[in-house]
């Protein structure tokens, strides 16, 4: 077998470093797209967080206003259960 002429052994190589690059190149652009993917996800979640930890502190704040009014409630019931004891204490004399 004789050996291919130098233009077409060259034309071979440089057709073969081509579809080299363009692979390097669909590569390198998938791994953009799923880092970037990946940045939005992140961004989300960071939004995500934010909302969160406000809802959060609201729920804090309105349980802490529904412990000092259950505290008032229970104050006011001992009070008026106290003075049903004195009066039918009285009532009762």
Known sequence: MLDSPPLETATRRLTAALDQLEAAVERRLAQERQE???????????????????????????????????????????????TIRTVLGEAGR
């Open 36 to 82: 970037a993917g990946l940045e939005a996800q992140v961004q989300a979640l960071g939004v995500d967080r934010a909302r969160l930890a406000a809802e959060l502190d609201q729920m804090r704040h309105r349980a802490d206003e529904l412990e000092g009014v259950n505290r008032d409630v229970s104050h006011r019931l001992a009070v008026a259960m106290e």
